[in-house]
């Protein structure tokens, strides 16, 4: 991104051309190759799909105006994985979960959907608030809250089928 939230990001703005190849080919290129590798991986070692976890954060203000969620499920038409993470997290005292909040998570080429929706794997997004992992405490409560939900998760061999679902943007395209 050049812009967000209204301000410039310094490194991406101006950016030249050959700028643009290098990261693609540093950054970019490397990392798509390095989830496919382990996606084959885990598939080649177990005989099933794996269950792909992303976990991210997001700002706790957005153009001023705050979020009220303390973690959001992104996905796109894939419901078992994150309907399974919403129920989990719904059952949990004092959080507030976002469903494709503050972000929808149907991002045609992003790497779930690259990785993911379009061969059939069972996934989901995880974002928490920003605030609420900033420091070695909130690091560790969310990390008591998540693992028990991801071993779960883990372990339910429902999700570790493939199984295709048209992407809410439309057709697959390459």
Same mark, same amino acid.
């Given at each position: 991104?050049?812009?967000?939230?209204?301000?410039?990001?310094?490194?991406?703005?101006?950016?030249?051309?050959?700028?643009?190849?290098?990261?693609?080919?540093?950054?970019?290129?490397?990392?798509?190759?390095?989830?496919?590798?382990?996606?084959?991986?885990?598939?080649?070692?177990?005989?099933?799909?794996?269950?792909?976890?992303?976990?991210?954060?997001?700002?706790?203000?957005?153009?001023?105006?705050?979020?009220?969620?303390?973690?959001?499920?992104?996905?796109?038409?894939?419901?078992?994985?994150?309907?399974?993470?919403?129920?989990?997290?719904?059952?949990?005292?004092?959080?507030?979960?976002?469903?494709?909040?503050?972000?929808?998570?149907?991002?045609?080429?992003?790497?779930?959907?690259?990785?993911?929706?379009? &061969?059939?794997?069972?996934?989901? #997004?995880?974002? /928490?608030?920003?605030? +609420?992992?900033? @420091? =070695? !405490?909130?690091? &560790?409560?969310?990390?008591?809250? #998540?693992?028990? /939900?991801?071993?779960? +998760?883990?372990? @339910? =061999? !429902?999700?570790?089928?493939?199984?295709?679902?048209?992407?809410?943007?439309?057709?697959?395209?390459?």
């Amino acid at each position: 991104m050049k812009i967000s939230d209204g301000a410039i990001i310094p490194g991406n703005h101006p950016i030249s051309r050959e700028e643009w190849k290098r990261r693609i080919a540093l950054f970019h290129r490397p990392y798509h190759q390095a989830i496919d590798r382990t996606i084959r991986d885990v598939s080649e070692t177990t005989g099933t799909a794996p269950l792909v976890i992303s976990l991210h954060s997001f700002t706790p203000f957005w153009k001023g105006v705050a979020r009220p969620w303390h973690a959001s499920v992104l996905w796109d038409a894939d419901p078992r994985a994150p309907i399974a993470l919403l129920e989990a997290l719904g059952g949990m005292p004092d959080i507030v979960t976002g469903d494709n909040e503050p972000y929808d998570g149907a991002l045609r080429g992003d790497t779930m959907y690259r990785h993911c929706m379009k &061969a059939g794997i069972p996934h989901l #997004l995880l974002e /928490v608030r920003q605030d +609420l992992i900033g @420091d =070695p !405490a909130g690091v &560790a409560a969310w990390c008591d809250r #998540l693992a028990p /939900v991801f071993a779960a +998760l883990n372990a @339910d =061999p !429902a999700l570790h089928t493939y199984h295709v679902y048209r992407s809410r943007t439309g057709p697959y395209e390459d």
